[in-house]
């Protein structure tokens, strides 16, 4: 619509397993090489799974310089404030007169550290001969071992406030939590702040780790993630038949979304625009995915439709591929739904293979990832593929990068509970 | 990106609260200055420092719920959303109405739902190492088996919407917003957005909580900001008052349909009110005892004035945040008037927390309720135990329910972690 805002992407700041920035991170992607390993942030050694995506050297006071809350923060707030100074400095804005109540803050956090040893503790002070919990001395333990000050931390929305008390962000915030499409939903609706007119900056992206005692038994349980122990990197394996569930991983992404003209006229190099948002939902089944990829199809086609492209104008899709059955199954169907015959020719790749699930924070990373590989004409492969498996059978672009001139991209975010997220993001045009 | 800018609606209202389980109860017994504050009967609280909350009383999951087997997923903040949805839904009579599926959408706020530590218990029991603590190692092996295996499900705080959208089938937009306190205020700011800009032509919006449980009230009781009137429940919750000491935790559900104007006419809805504007904005310093500036609570309220394209000079009523905290009523007003200056102290402005606690996650919502109830009805609820001036807090605080005639008013909905939210419902009679 001629007229109307648009909304372009100029910094990226990037926490996940394969490293810190873009370019450790681009390196690995384009290289195919794993972040998974043996999970160390607990002793996980009774857990049926052991092996995580876990980020590595990160060194949170060097990232995040002098605080005095630094041993309270959780790790949602320490990645996400890490990536949002990353991309702030990435962006060049840091030299630039802008007006506070301009600038907002749009995330899609999960939760901090739930201590859950702290709770299995208190439990188990507590519990009664019946094998019961005796409330009120849980209640009176609890009252006199927490830490309140780093119990609030726990909350998924700090690291909005972090964030938007570093940048000094007085203009609209939110955080949204639909499971693993949060920080997809995140930067959609950010743009939408932009084009609306209620902002000219918005850090936007998510941040998450489940990598806890909590999130690695509730995925278990319910038979979600893959035990391959003994082969940390080949157990993230989108689309290959041999797949046995997900990698539970952790990280941040965060974006400066910013409107086009302020970004062209202040010179900002533009890593793309943010063309199309769609969502959907699949009011199915609260465990299951619609089995014919109905909401997943939906939410593909409310994207283009906003982005106003046709199928063929996509040249690859940044896949959830998450390494579930059912997922890369309904998720191949729902592309093949959408996309009819240019489905055989669209280049489709799960970084998940490489960098594991990030959950809430999968969308935003995989965002930039698109821009990426617009950028430098290189798609990231799925790696891991050995097994065909008949009812996955499209382009996954397997095991090796492959160099490609892609104008638009589209990246999807499919949550547990039904939230389905696509976004477009193109080449920019001045 | 396609934007367009519709107008929004509200054409229906669902209510599960400690003053009734449906819009009527509540309404009734909100203007009746009934108190639904009390000791807590959901688990024993001998000994501890605060036992008294706004629990909701004979709430029977089976009338909302066809399918038994639903309930053992469900845990009491999902059901509640479940039961207000469901009034609210039956409420716009959108079981009648016929509308594409992939144009209704769900939208709540909600918070990290605390881990039941009774259903954790065997897990636990089970983990204990020969030294009688707990071993994580053995609770791998031997624990994580005693679990449900939906254990997780119920954690998530998405559900709540995937439960509501799988009943209505409602295919739309979902989203669920985590910012503490103001979560509710939230989402249905963002569901008014998805409607404005074409997303959408309905949605069920709205916040559920269920907050009174033992971490909860150990976190509250830690930070300090928990009132400990235990020998006068009814007294507990007083905002803006100079006897006040700290919150009351309330539970329930408020849900409301948010519909595109043309939308709710061409079908000849009831209209309660229109949303106009939302604007949200972050502490700038914020934390228990620490030093925070009110500018951003007046921000958010400013944003949403200006959004709503109303004069503030038309705003008759405001609907406070008003908790009880000594610190957060204080600076609610000082915001107040940085917003309005002397035409502040002419605003009727009240808090329904006084009779209902805090509702957390939910208690945005059931704020907005009541204005969309008062434009109706001609009338405003009262700030029930407002009795003595605080120096510091000198405004019209609607000691008792009174008449008012009412164009605009404003809701407001603070985070305790630092995010707040203003929205704007505008009197549907007026144009």
């Not at chain 1, 290289?31 to 980020?55: D, E």
């Not at chain 2, 800009?197 to 009174?212: E, K, N, P, Q, V």
């Not at chain 2, 996650?361 to 003595?388: H, K």
């Not at chain 2, 909905?413 to 707040?420: K, L, P, R, T, V």
Request: charged letters at 20%; proline letters at 5%.
């Amino acid at each position: 619509m001629s007229g109307q805002r648009r909304v372009v992407i100029t910094g990226i700041g990037l926490v996940t397993p394969l490293g810190i920035g873009i370019e450790q991170n681009w390196d690995s992607l384009v290289n195919g090489r794993s972040g998974i390993s043996r999970l160390t942030h607990f002793n996980a050694s009774g857990f049926p799974t052991r092996i995580a995506g876990q980020v590595k050297g990160f060194n949170a006071r060097r990232m995040l310089g002098p605080r005095d809350d630094i041993d309270c923060l959780g790790a949602h707030s320490r990645f996400s404030l890490a990536a949002a100074r990353l991309a702030h400095e990435d962006s060049g804005l840091g030299g630039c007169a802008l007006k506070p109540e301009r600038v907002g803050v749009y995330l899609g956090c999960g939760e901090g550290d739930p201590s859950f040893l702290w709770l299995a503790r208190r439990i188990s002070e507590s519990l009664d001969a019946d094998g019961g919990v005796f409330i009120p001395r849980f209640l009176s333990r609890g009252m006199e071992m927490l830490n309140p000050r780093k119990d609030i931390e726990y909350e998924p929305n700090k690291p909005v406030y972090h964030i938007s008390n570093l940048f000094n962000a007085h203009g609209p915030n939110s955080n949204c939590l639909t499971a693993c499409a949060a920080s997809a939903q995140a930067l959609g609706e950010a743009a939408c702040t932009i084009v609306r007119g209620d902002a000219e900056v918005m850090f936007a992206g998510g941040a998450h780790s489940m990598i806890h005692p909590m999130g690695l038994a509730g995925f278990s349980l319910l038979n979600a993630i893959s035990t391959r122990n003994d082969e940390p990197e080949k157990a993230s394996r989108p689309f290959d038949q041999k797949r046995d569930g997900f990698v539970l991983s952790e990280g941040a992404g965060v974006l400066i979304l910013e409107e086009e003209s302020h970004a062209a006229h202040r010179g900002a190099r533009i890593y793309g625009e943010l063309l199309g948002y769609g969502c959907s939902s699949d009011a199915y089944r609260i465990t299951d995915i619609h089995p014919d990829g109905r909401g997943a199809a939906q939410a593909m086609q409310n994207a283009l439709n906003d982005a106003r492209i046709s199928p063929p104008q996509v040249g690859y899709i940044n896949a959830h591929g998450t390494s579930t059955q059912i997922n890369d199954r309904v998720e191949t169907l729902a592309i093949k739904k959408v996309f009819g015959e240019h489905s055989r020719a669209v280049l489709i790749s799960s970084t998940k293979s490489i960098m594991g699930h990030l959950i809430a924070a999968a969308g935003a990373v995989e965002a930039a990832v698109c821009l990426l590989a617009i950028g430098r004409g290189i798609i990231p492969p799925t790696i891991n593929q050995e097994h065909p498996d008949p009812d996955c059978d499209l382009d996954y672009v397997p095991n090796k990068a492959r160099e490609a001139k892609v104008d638009i991209a589209l990246s999807n975010s499919f949550g547990f509970g039904g939230q389905n997220i696509c976004l477009i993001l193109s080449r920019y045009r001045g | 990106m396609i934007q367009k800018k519709r107008r929004v609606v509200i054409s229906g209202v669902g209510v599960i609260s400690p003053l009734g389980l449906s819009r009527d109860e509540f309404w009734t017994n909100l203007m009746a200055r009934k108190s639904g504050v009390a000791g807590i009967t959901l688990f024993d609280t001998a000994g501890f420092p605060t036992r008294i909350a706004a629990e909701v009383k004979g709430f029977d999951p089976l009338k909302y719920i066809e399918k038994k087997k639903s309930l053992k997923v469900m845990i009491r903040d999902m059901q509640f959303a479940v039961a207000a949805a469901r009034e609210a839904a039956g409420d716009a009579g959108l079981g009648n109405a016929r509308f594409d599926p992939e144009r209704l959408g769900v939208v709540f706020g909600a918070s990290m739902i605390s881990t039941d530590p009774c259903e954790l218990a065997p897990a636990i029991a089970q983990s204990r190492g020969e030294d009688g603590q707990f071993d994580l190692t053995k609770f791998g092996v031997e624990g994580i088996p005693k679990l449900f295996p939906l254990w997780l499900l119920k954690q998530l705080p998405n559900m709540l919407a995937s439960h509501v959208a799988i009943m209505y089938n409602a295919q739309g937009p979902s989203n669920t917003i985590t910012s503490g306190c103001s979560s509710s205020a939230h989402a249905i700011g963002e569901a008014f957005r998805i409607i404005s800009r074409g997303g959408a032509d309905l949605i069920i919006t709205g916040g559920a909580s269920s907050c009174i449980t033992p971490l909860k009230l150990i976190r509250y009781h830690r930070l300090g900001v928990l009132s400990k009137r235990n020998d006068a429940p009814e007294k507990a919750s007083r905002p803006f008052d100079a006897g006040r000491d700290g919150f009351v935790i309330g539970e329930g559900a408020g849900m409301l349909i948010l519909e595109e104007r043309e939308h709710a006419r061409a079908r000849g809805a009831r209209v309660y009110a229109e949303i106009t504007g939302y604007g949200s904005a972050v502490d700038m310093q914020s934390g228990p005892g620490g030093s925070i500036e009110p500018s951003s609570k007046a921000r958010a309220m400013r944003a949403a004035i200006a959004d709503s394209g109303t004069p503030a000079g038309e705003i008759d009523y405001i609907s406070a945040h008003g908790n009880s905290i000594p610190f957060t009523d204080r600076l609610e007003t000082m915001a107040i008037k940085e917003v309005w200056g002397p035409r502040a102290y002419e605003i009727p402005v009240s808090s329904i927390k006084g009779q209902i606690g805090d509702l957390g996650p939910a208690s945005g919502a059931m704020g907005l309720i009541s204005i969309a109830l008062a434009l109706g009805r001609g009338s405003i609820p009262c700030t029930y135990n407002y009795e003595t001036k605080d120096p510091e807090c000198d405004l019209d605080y609607v000691p008792r329910p009174r008449e008012a005639a009412i164009r605009c008013a404003v809701c407001n909905s603070f985070d305790f972690m630092g995010q707040n939210v203003s929205l704007v419902l505008r009197n549907a009679e007026s144009d």
